[in-house]
């Protein structure tokens, strides 16, 4: 990932009307705890599913990591972690997983989304380089998603109709490359 993809990614973003918040994996929680509203629900994170002492990134205590359906449907925040970026459409992958990942994303007003810097690719080529192995080979079912939902299907725009009505974005950025960026700036 380049810095002219991560600044691509960013661009598209706010063009769509996504916040993004930038940080490294170790503020992972504070930045999701930030972004959530209340109530919040979600699927645990990469590094949770391992060693919890170990893990560098971690959604907030507060976040319900194993919903029931009442409390999706009363969730006002999803989060969810996205496999891949895709730069030039600021759009992101999300899985349908035993996990709910989709529900979670889906069923919400605000989808928080973290997704590591390293997962960013510069346009579709490359996100189907990455995809077709893994539905070939895993039967990996994946929805890119782009910005917040919208229709006009029915006269004026509307928000929310099909999916979250607000996005933000948790783009966990390398501590090198972040110590390096701040370097230069210095």
Request: charged share 30%; proline share 6%; glycine share 8%.
């Amino acid at each position: 990932m380049s810095l002219a993809d991560r600044s691509t990614f960013k661009r598209r973003l706010d063009a769509l009307g996504v916040t993004v918040t930038e940080g490294p994996p170790s503020a992972c929680a504070e930045l999701i705890d930030e972004a959530a509203g209340d109530p919040a629900v979600g699927v645990a994170l990469a590094d949770e599913s391992d060693d919890p002492a170990d893990a560098t990134v971690a959604l907030p205590d507060r976040i319900e990591t194993d919903p029931t359906t009442a409390d999706l449907r009363a969730a006002h925040t999803g989060v969810t972690a996205a496999e891949l970026g895709v730069a030039a459409y600021g759009s992101v992958a999300i899985e349908a997983d035993r996990a709910g990942t989709e529900p979670v994303s889906l069923f919400v007003d605000r989808h928080v989304v973290v997704l590591r810097e390293a997962d960013l690719v510069p346009d579709m080529p490359d996100a189907f380089e990455w995809l077709g192995p893994r539905t070939r080979d895993e039967s990996v079912d994946v929805v890119f998603a782009t910005g917040p939902s919208a229709t006009a299907d029915m006269g004026g725009l509307v928000r929310g109709a099909h999916g979250p009505k607000e996005v933000h974005v948790v783009l966990l950025r390398d501590e090198e490359t972040a110590d390096k960026e701040v370097t230069a700036d210095e």
